[in-house]
């Protein structure tokens, strides 16, 4: 099955709504902002995770999809976070279509026995692609409902027989100018870069995306390879992969390099822990219907709503020391 073949598959209609677009705030805000007095866990490692019963089958697999309505195709698409192409909502929708998305590689080494550099194709060779509907809940205090495309990230790691060093997985997103023309303003230290514990990564709801609404991924959101975790604040959800590292420490990260007060290693999402500048107990979701973009706001539940699936990966751990 090729690629193309791999990303047509139907999706269901979801409900029309009038979209109109909100302006945010530049990084230039960053100078004006209270630093949570947890800053000298950027330096620290967590404690190891302990080893406890995985989750059922049946857990596992009510996490793949919800009953809540679906955010339409045109609001995924022009709602966006992705610096590279402008760090207003709107820019990356309205950015010239400059990034190359064929042909595709991506560089996987460190501590694995097979380290290599594939094409996208070969990446995901032999792998079913699976729809999968996830919550996404932005550090912002916004979330949409988004039918991903895509494969299991575990199926593809263990294609490259991580060792016994492979603690951590970094990853890292393209830095090309020409293809980029956000990378010409400093907001982030580029290349884009993040990371999971390699229990986080190989947990079956992981997903490195391909498309959503069963189309490939536009370039705005981060075409045409991404992460997806869906119990983390969507900062974590990597676009536009290039490369993916296993490491023994934990690695650097973007958002936890530039304000480790503010964005945590972790980023699981956490109604309990506010960011410096807002609360985190409340969200505004992205849905299907209304004439307006944002509905009523709802209450943000402990990881997304993904507890009953991930809860066992924290724990022993402080949710509010390890943010």
């Known amino acids: ?128 692609p699976q729809e999968r509907i996830y919550r996404l809940r932005c550090v912002e205090g916004w979330s949409m409902v988004i039918p991903w495309l895509g494969v299991p990230l575990a199926d593809v790691l263990k294609r490259f027989e991580p060792t016994s060093k492979a603690k951590y997985v970094a990853f890292t997103t393209l830095a090309d100018r020409k293809q980029m023309p956000g990378l010409a303003y400093p907001s982030i230290n580029w290349p884009y870069r993040e990371g999971l514990r390699i229990d986080e990564a190989m947990h079956p709801l992981t997903l490195l995306a391909t498309g959503l609404y069963g189309k490939s991924l536009p370039q705005q959101n981060g075409a045409p390879l991404r992460l997806v975790v869906p119990w983390k604040y969507g900062f974590k959800s990597i676009k536009s992969i290039i490369a993916i590292t296993f490491v023994e420490r934990r690695p650097l990260t973007s958002w936890n390099d530039l304000q480790p007060s503010e964005y945590g290693f972790f980023s699981n999402v956490n109604p309990s822990v506010d960011h410096p500048r807002w609360s985190q107990k409340t969200e505004r979701r992205i849905a299907g219907t209304g004439s307006k973009l944002f509905v009523d706001r709802i209450p943000t539940r402990l990881f997304n709503g993904y507890g009953d699936q991930v809860a066992s990966l924290y724990a022993g751990m402080s949710l509010r020391l390890w943010f």
């Open 1 to 128: 099955m090729s690629l193309r073949d791999a990303l047509a598959i139907p999706s269901s209609q979801i409900t029309d709504e009038a979209v109109y677009r909100e302006r945010r705030r530049l990084l230039a805000a960053f100078a004006l902002t209270p630093a949570l007095g947890l800053s000298g866990c950027a330096e620290a490692e967590p404690p190891p995770p302990r080893s406890l019963p995985a989750a059922s089958p049946e857990q596992m697999k009510a996490g793949f999809r919800t009953d809540e309505v679906l955010t339409r195709y045109e609001d995924i698409t022009t709602y966006n976070n992705f610096y590279e192409f402008g760090t207003d909502k709107s820019d990356p929708s309205r950015a010239e279509r400059t990034l190359r998305t064929s042909p595709w590689t991506v560089a996987v080494g460190g501590a694995c026995a097979k380290p290599g550099k594939l094409s996208l194709e070969d990446l995901i060779k032999g792998l079913a």
